[in-house]
């Protein structure tokens, strides 16, 4: 099993950035699937963005394609969510989660079985 630790979070105006990263233990990353998810207050967990490491290709979700870019370090085993243009509604929990390697492209959080703590991410106008 991979261990996941997220940081980065806080406090930072609209129109600010941040960035988001995932750490890994146990397991290397390129040995997984990866992927953010993110969880406002009152809402459901809802994907952000999934990253492939042997291509380096990354798809995002509509809310934040153009703002975020999610990348890897595999010297560091460590994710990024590089978070630019941010906006009130980014608000939220963010949390990376891996499953084991299966070169498809998953959105769903079902399809993921190991989950950082989350780290909150604040936005505010």
């Known amino acids: 099993q991979v261990q996941l630790v997220e940081s980065g979070g806080g406090l930072v105006q609209a129109g600010g950035s941040l960035r988001l990263s995932c750490a890994a233990s146990g397991r290397t990353l390129t040995d997984y699937d990866t992927a953010w998810f993110r969880q406002a207050p009152g809402k459901e967990r809802e994907f952000v963005g999934v990253f492939d490491w042997s291509s380096g290709r990354a798809e995002y979700a509509d809310s934040v394609k153009g703002r975020f870019i999610i990348f890897g370090d595999t010297a560091k085993n460590t994710m990024y969510l590089e978070m630019n243009g941010l906006k009130t509604e980014d608000t939220a929990v963010y949390y990376c989660?891996?499953?084991?390697?299966?070169?498809?492209?998953?959105?769903?959080?079902?399809?993921?079985?190991?989950w950082g703590q989350g780290t909150q991410v604040t936005v505010s106008s």
């Open positions: 989660a891996a499953r084991y390697y299966s070169g498809i492209f998953s959105y769903s959080q079902g399809h993921y079985n190991n």
